[in-house]
């Protein structure tokens, strides 16, 4: 029994980390939203599987080798011999913010993700099933990945979903947001940024949409993040705030996988079930998360950036918060 399994993408980040002669220089990190969630979990000690297709490449061994090496179970992913593994170039402002530019099409491995790619008892045997929106934005994996999500809700799992939004890889903004909406009433747990929730929602006012969120669309604890201004949640018509840790940002690449991941990593540890959480509890995950999200963005990467417990709980206790 899994307590988390994620589906969906897992590429190569190339990172900027300098330059030689005038020309920038990349590192290659493995990355992929989901899969950073799933190594996170891992790595701070719940058992997670990722499910997805990587090239039998270079680059799809180092994925499969930063899964393996942060404890996460690689069983589930797909090394193809007919495809390449998607590669995204990462380019940071002064303050560590990114943005993506991906090679990503029918050529690549995750786009052609195949229901027959999964094993069908995978579906029975996690707590949580957790999908982000770029495995959505095109066939064959938009189909493999929403019939996986309804099967993992029949059997009993709670849907955790964050769209990680990433408008170039979408045919138009209005499929993106029809999309994303539509699946919200499918998801028990989920997270977005500031920028998400204005994409969805417009200038409704938040606390109008925490209501919307928790009571038209049913999820149990939605979340909404905002950098350097902490992050919110709704749950059962109960608002929560909480600050961001104060720490020298390079690269937020991972940030909001890793923040998310401790959320879910602190609900788990609760023992409970997730409409059944104290305020207490939410309260907890959400510093907890904010301390977690804001280690990784001190370090290059987001796979290779997680830290550990006893780095967590130090800025915790430190009280260094903006």
Same mark, same amino acid.
């Given at each position: 029994?899994?307590?988390?399994?994620?589906?969906?993408?897992m590429l190569i980040d190339f990172t900027p980390c300098g330059s030689g002669e005038g020309t920038p220089l990349y590192q290659q990190n493995p990355g992929g939203?989901?899969?950073?969630?799933?190594?996170?979990?891992?790595?701070?000690?719940?058992?997670?599987?990722?499910?997805?297709?990587?090239?039998?490449?270079?680059?799809?061994?180092?994925?499969?080798?930063?899964?393996?090496?942060?404890?996460?179970? *690689?069983?589930?992913?797909?090394?193809?011999? +007919?495809?390449? $593994?998607? !590669? #995204?170039?990462?380019? /940071?402002?002064?303050?560590?913010?990114?943005?993506?530019?991906?090679?990503?099409?029918?050529?690549?491995?995750?786009?052609?993700?195949?229901?027959?790619?999964?094993?069908?008892?995978?579906?029975?045997?996690?707590?949580?099933?957790?999908?982000?929106?770029?495995?959505?934005?095109?066939?064959?994996?938009?189909?493999?990945?929403?019939?996986?999500?309804?099967?993992?809700?029949?059997?009993?799992?709670?849907?955790?979903?964050?769209?990680?939004?990433?408008? *170039?890889?979408?045919?138009?903004?209005?499929? +993106?947001?029809? $999309?994303? !909406? #539509?699946?919200?009433? /499918?998801?028990?747990?989920?997270?977005?940024?500031?920028?998400?929730?204005?994409?969805?929602?417009?200038?409704?006012?938040?606390?109008?949409?925490?209501?919307?969120?928790?009571?038209?669309?049913?999820?149990?604890?939605?979340?909404?993040?905002?950098?350097?201004?902490?992050?919110?949640?709704?749950?059962?018509?109960?608002?929560?705030?909480?600050?961001?840790?104060?720490?020298?940002?390079?690269?937020?690449?991972?940030?909001?996988?890793?923040?998310?991941?401790?959320?879910?990593?602190?609900?788990?540890?609760t023992g409970r079930p997730t409409d059944q959480l104290q305020d207490g509890e939410i309260r907890d995950a959400l510093r907890f998360a904010n301390a977690l999200?804001?280690?990784?963005?001190?370090?290059?990467?987001?796979?290779?950036?997680?830290?550990?417990?006893?780095?967590?709980?130090?800025?915790?206790?430190?009280?260094?918060?903006?």
């Amino acid at each position: 029994m899994y307590d988390f399994v994620s589906i969906g993408e897992m590429l190569i980040d190339f990172t900027p980390c300098g330059s030689g002669e005038g020309t920038p220089l990349y590192q290659q990190n493995p990355g992929g939203a989901p899969a950073n969630v799933a190594c996170v979990m891992a790595r701070l000690g719940r058992r997670a599987a990722f499910v997805g297709k990587v090239g039998r490449d270079s680059f799809g061994m180092a994925c499969k080798a930063a899964l393996e090496a942060a404890g996460c179970d *690689s069983s589930h992913l797909v090394l193809s011999g +007919a495809y390449g $593994t998607t !590669l #995204a170039f990462v380019t /940071l402002s002064p303050d560590g913010n990114r943005d993506f530019s991906f090679y990503r099409n029918h050529t690549t491995a995750d786009v052609n993700l195949l229901p027959e790619d999964i094993d069908p008892e995978l579906y029975g045997r996690t707590r949580l099933f957790h999908f982000g929106s770029v495995s959505l934005t095109c066939e064959p994996c938009r189909s493999t990945v929403l019939q996986a999500v309804k099967r993992a809700s029949d059997a009993g799992a709670v849907i955790s979903f964050d769209p990680n939004l990433r408008a *170039s890889l979408w045919p138009s903004p209005e499929e +993106a947001r029809e $999309t994303i !909406l #539509a699946l919200l009433p /499918l998801c028990g747990l989920l997270k977005l940024s500031d920028e998400e929730e204005r994409f969805l929602f417009g200038d409704l006012p938040e606390d109008q949409v925490g209501q919307k969120l928790c009571g038209e669309y049913g999820i149990r604890l939605a979340v909404i993040t905002r950098g350097k201004d902490g992050c919110t949640a709704f749950a059962g018509g109960r608002r929560f705030d909480s600050p961001a840790y104060d720490v020298e940002a390079i690269d937020t690449t991972g940030a909001g996988d890793a923040f998310w991941a401790g959320v879910l990593l602190r609900l788990l540890e609760t023992g409970r079930p997730t409409d059944q959480l104290q305020d207490g509890e939410i309260r907890d995950a959400l510093r907890f998360a904010n301390a977690l999200g804001g280690l990784v963005t001190t370090r290059r990467g987001a796979i290779a950036a997680i830290p550990e417990r006893e780095e967590i709980e130090a800025l915790m206790a430190s009280g260094k918060t903006l």
